[in-house]
């Protein structure tokens, strides 16, 4: 199973999207997409459909809405394999859990991508930690389970989220800038800005556009490099 969450939230099983049915079964494969592999308590995923169902129905509602991810995922199995939906949307005491199966999530390669950048950062490495951090935050594709309406865990889940984001991005901006990389700073500010897929009062876009402003300023404060001529260069 492939996760994404870092933009809207996909699922992939054996290769095969997993559309939810209902808005209902949406915002419960988003919550346990967001916590891959660990056990999500049931008065997590009833709390967060109360954005969307009256309290006394919630239960019910995240009973039918496990019933037809399952039967998403049924269509998804192909010949002859091991996992079934009972098993990759699990059923564990006081909560459900998404087995990836040793799949791919974006959520964790950005850990992983940021933790070897930090590192590198630490030994002053700022060549690696650059490479490492730009690699992380290349892994987001707009806000975090963009057009989610979230409750109240998921919405601490995607601020989470975002403080790590804008911590990733704040160190690769210090190791490009301690590289001397202005030029190419400024470059990837403006393409990572046209990228899309930030909200105009996005915390991520206004720390683009600080870091955009002090690449020009300190563009203004160093001087220009000297051009020095060779007349008639000997081999």
């Given amino acids: 199973m492939d996760i994404e969450v870092l933009g809207a939230p996909r699922v992939i099983e054996n ?7 209902t808005p209902e079964s949406r915002h419960v494969l988003a919550v346990l997409a967001a916590s891959p592999d660990r056990v999500v308590p049931v008065s997590v995923l009833a709390d967060e459909l109360a954005v969307r169902t009256p309290p006394e129905h919630t239960r019910g509602a995240l009973h039918t809405a496990v019933r037809r991810l399952r039967e998403r995922f ?20 006081g909560g459900y859990l998404l087995d990836t ?4 999530s974006d959520v964790q390669e950005f850990e992983r991508e940021a933790g070897a950048g930090y590192r590198a950062m630490g030994r002053g490495d700022f060549e690696q930690a650059a490479a490492r951090l730009r690699r992380a935050l290349g892994l987001w594709t707009g806000p975090a389970l963009d057009g989610i309406d979230p409750g109240p865990w998921l919405g601490a889940r995607i601020a989470c989220l975002d403080a790590d984001r804008l ?9 490009e800038l301690a590289l001397g990389r202005l030029r190419e700073l400024r470059l990837d ?3 990572l800005r046209g990228a899309g897929g930030h909200r105009p009062d996005d915390a991520y876009l206004a720390a683009l556009r600080r870091a955009e402003a002090r ?4 563009r203004a404060v160093r001087p220009a490099p000297r051009l020095t001529v060779t007349c008639g260069a000997r081999p």
Avoid: M
Avoid at 15 to 21: E, K, M
Avoid at 101 to 104: D, Y
Avoid at 167 to 175: P, T, Y
């Fill in 15 to 21: 290769g095969v999207p997993i559309t939810a049915p």
């Fill in 74 to 93: 049924a269509q998804a199995q192909g010949a002859g394999s091991c996992r079934t939906p009972e098993t990759v949307l699990s059923t564990r005491p």
């Fill in 101 to 104: 199966g040793g799949g791919r």
């Fill in 167 to 175: 911590a990733v991005f704040g160190q690769w901006v210090e190791a």
């Fill in 189 to 191: 500010l403006a393409g």
């Fill in 215 to 218: 690449v020009e300023a300190l």
